[in-house]
Nanobody, 121 residues
Framework: QVQLVESGGGSVQAGGSLRLSCAAS????????MGWFRQAPGKEREFVAA????????YYADSVKGRFTISRDNDKNTVYLQMNMLKPEDTAVYYC??????????????WGQGTQVTVSS
């Protein structure tokens, strides 16, 4: 099993940037595909970005492509989400997720508690 703890959320004006971090427990972090998801009030949770076990492959929702970057540091058991050019519609609770093996926008078994991101216009 793996436990995930997100950090780095906060409030920012439109056009600003934030970097989210997700620290994972355990010694097998490099065996997990990692993803970021978000859920806005009154909406379903949606996929944001994913990264392969080695970090060599990344995948993004169309809504964030070109603005967000997912990365990972397997030595630090941490995955990041760099968010630039933030828009009010990016406001949501952001969740980190992990899956043993391959995963893209679905199939994650482990979830963090979430971190709030609020973007004001």
């Amino acid at each position: 099993q793996v436990q995930l703890v997100e950090s780095g959320g906060g409030s920012v004006q439109a056009g600003g940037s934030l970097r989210l971090s997700c620290a994972a427990s355990g010694r097998t972090f490099s065996s997990y595909s990692m993803g970021w998801f978000r859920q806005a009030p009154g909406k379903e949770r949606e996929f944001v970005a994913a990264i392969s076990q080695s970090g060599g492959s990344t995948y993004y929702a169309d809504s964030v492509k070109g603005r967000f970057t997912i990365s990972r540091d397997n030595d630090k058991n941490t995955v990041y989400l760099q968010m630039n050019m933030l828009k009010p519609e990016d406001t949501a609770v952001y969740y980190c997720a992990a899956n043993w093996g391959v995963a893209l926008s679905t199939g994650y078994d482990y979830w963090g508690q979430g971190t709030q991101v609020t973007v004001s216009s």
